[in-house]
């Protein structure tokens, strides 16, 4: 006998077959997306994991948990030439497209080394121009003849709720597909917000015991800024988390949000006064200036120089808070802050693929391999 049947995994379209008892692949477009994403947040998820991965909402703490969980147990196992053999076998059966409508390399290359982690195949969209898109094709069925090849998309797209959108249409085909959210348009960066749980959580762990009761700043461009958004949001499954908005007023946080975090009774300060927040704070979030949103340069007419954090300001800072920033980097933190140990940012990058390895490790449902491996080979 070449191979012994029994030692294979058990159905290969077991995770299809079960999305197909998915209620949201009864739901009109219109129902759906008129849906809150409170209510949207059982639909992608299944069975305690995501399917698709679209919005924070539908990460309760138990996942965020887990994540961090297996984040750990797989940083532990791919140190050994065994675990990475052991990683790269996990999904080699799977392909992966990275569809990636708008300028990105980070998340990309996160996204990439994520997928070579667990043995994927990967191909890419980068400038969707090229397709049959121009031969009058809609975005939405070149997406899917795409998806035909692949067994898992990744989006990061302009448009708002086009991931969303995406999810939805493939959820309705026979064909159905994990679609996980890179990024879109000025509305929600989910997988960002995940690593940033990963990274606050185990630097605060170490500093002040945890996540809870923690004062954290965001700081830059609220409005345009989907990592904050989605993060904030998450942050809500931690007791005691004070958030502050700190920003020029025409660059504020979204109402949406904040009634968001006032029925979540979650304490907010919304402020212009960076200073004054420095000395308070366990946690501050730097953003950028998101002015490719801009329609007339009016980004150019704000002041921001108030909003950068300077080597002088870091005496004021608790000698035990972290400084994050989910990067790219203009003029938000002086470059010599990065040799501060209180700075995370660069921790923040290499945590996010591992985040996102575990992430898709959950979506195909191997993650208890993952606990397996490390409970027999590495306790
Ligand atoms: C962020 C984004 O794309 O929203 N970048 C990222 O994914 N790390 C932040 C930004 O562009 O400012």
Not at 74 to 87: D, P
């Amino acid at each position: 006998m070449l191979f012994d049947v029994a030692s294979l995994p058990a159905i290969p379209y077991r995770l299809r077959m079960a999305f197909k008892e998915s209620p949201l692949r009864a739901l009109s477009w219109e129902a759906f997306r008129a849906m809150d994403a409170e209510a949207k947040a059982p639909l992608l998820n299944l069975n305690g994991r995501p399917y698709h991965a679209l919005i924070a909402q539908q990460f309760d703490r138990p996942m965020l948990d887990r994540i961090g969980d297996l984040a750990t147990k797989m940083r532990k196992i791919a140190k050994t030439r065994g675990g990475m053999k052991f990683l790269q076998d996990l999904l080699s059966e799977k392909r992966a497209m990275l569809y990636f409508a708008q300028p990105s390399t980070r998340t990309f290359l996160s996204f990439s080394a994520a997928c070579q982690i667990l043995g994927i195949q990967t191909a890419e969209v980068r400038d969707a121009h090229t397709s049959s898109e121009i031969k009058g094709e809609s975005q939405e069925d070149s997406v899917r003849t795409f998806s035909s090849y692949f067994d898992m998309i990744v989006m990061r797209h302009p448009q708002g709720g086009f991931a969303e959108r995406i999810a939805w249409m493939l959820s309705g085909t026979d064909r159905p597909v994990p679609v996980i959210n890179a990024g879109s348009g000025k509305d929600q960066h989910p997988t960002q917000a995940l690593l940033d749980i990963y990274t606050l959580q185990r630097s605060l762990e170490k500093r002040r015991g945890g996540l809870e009761g923690a004062k954290i700043a965001f700081v830059g461009d609220l409005l345009r800024g989907r990592t904050v958004r989605s993060l904030s949001l998450l942050l809500r499954h931690y007791a005691g988390v004070k958030q502050y908005f700190v920003a020029p007023e025409s660059l504020q946080i979204g109402a949406d949000i904040l009634d968001k975090l006032a029925a979540s009774g979650v304490e907010v300060e919304v402020t212009a006064d960076f200073d004054a927040v420095l000395p308070e704070v366990d946690a501050l979030y730097m953003t950028r200036i998101q002015d490719e949103w801009d329609q007339a340069g009016e980004s150019r007419a704000i002041d921001t120089s108030r909003y950068y954090l300077r080597a002088d300001h870091l005496q004021v800072l608790k000698p035990d808070a972290i400084i994050m920033h989910p990067l790219p980097r203009r003029h938000e933190i002086a470059p010599e802050v990065d040799a501060d140990p209180r700075a995370k940012y660069w921790r923040q990058v290499r945590n996010g693929m591992w985040v996102r390895a575990v992430l898709i490790a959950m979506i195909f449902d191997r993650d208890r391999e993952i606990d397996r491996y490390y409970e027999d080979l590495m306790s």
